[in-house]
Structures are given as structure tokens and as C-alpha cells.
């Protein structure tokens, strides 16, 4: 088995690099969707969120209200650190239930946005970095995610710097250019990968 370590900035276009390597046949263990199921209605999970940050960010039908709890979090870093004290420990732990159901043969890529942030990057064999510059991210954020561009950059604010990720990367992804680029790149790279795990 393989472990890659999968990071890139909020705007950098991570998970299209992911879908790409999940097509080719990597097993994907997306740190964000586990993050969103550990703490979905009824779960422990979501029951340390609510009495750490209040009813508030609850939404009527009791799920979780990610804005009012993104609000809270994204400008104060102690409430970050709260959120993260939480959650990550449960998405640590479901992330290795993943893992190890994979093959000895397969090519495990964990999908980590706070990679770098976390110091994991010694947990992987090899870490990609999806790279982008910052203001071709900040005008995705906006044109394509909807955000104000003071939004966009206090989400990316909250993150590592680019330097810092750039800093944990054994292989750089560019996603600056068109789709097709950045295709061709993830067929090179799962090509590498494929060589290193037959080596």
C-alpha cells in the first residue's frame, strides 16, 4: 500500500485533482466528507459541537449549520482551534477505518485541506500539493464559489501560506492553467505513482 498525503489551499482545485486520481483507481480518503460525517444529526460528533459553541449552530431540523458555524470560527482562531479539537480526532480515527480496508496493492490518497496546518505530513509516504497563486484562488472563491473577496480571504487567511504548503510538498500539482493541463499533470503524477509502488 501506498500513502499519499493530498493537500492544496481553499480555491486551488484539490478535489478535482482528487476526483482525477479516484478515476484512475486510487482509493480517496477525503478528510472533508469524513469531517461532514462525524458530525451528522445523532452523532457524538455533532453533540461536542453544539455544547462548545452553543444552539446556535443548529438549524431547526438539528443538523448543523456550517455558515453560522464558519462565521464563528474562520475570524478567531481560539474557536478554530476549538472546532479542530473536536472534529479532527474523529476524522482521525474514521480516515484509519478507511485505510485499512484498502488492498496491499492499492494507492491510498488522503484528501487533507489542513495538511501542512496540522504537521501531518509525515504520516505519507509522499505529499502532492495542488498549487495555485493566490489571486487566481481568491477569483475562483468569488466568481465560483460566491463568496465576498473579503471572504475568500479570510478562509484563506485561516489556512496555511502558500510558502508553508509549498514547503511540505514532495510532488506540485500547478492548477493555474486550463482543465486540460491539469488532466495531463494528474496522469503523470499517477503514472509516478504507479512506478514508485512497483519499484
Known sequence: MLRIGLTGGIGAGK??????????GAVIVDSDLIAREVVAP???GLRAVAAEFGPGVLL???ALDRPALGALVFAD?????ALNAIVHPLVRARSAELEAAAGPDDIVVHDVPL??????AGLYELVIVVDVPDDVRIDRLVRLRGMTEDEARARMAAQATRTDRLAVADV???????LADLAARVDEVWQQLKERQAG
Do not use: K
Open 77 to 81: 482562531p481560539g474557536r478554530l482551534a
Open 172 to 178: 506540485v500539482i500547478d492548477n493555474s492553467g486550463p
Open 15 to 24: 478535489s478535482e485533482v482528487s476526483r482525477r486520481l479516484a478515476a484512475h
Open 60 to 62: 431547526p431540523d438539528g
Open 42 to 44: 445523532g452523532t457524538d
Open 115 to 120: 495538511l501542512a496546518e496540522n504537521g501531518l
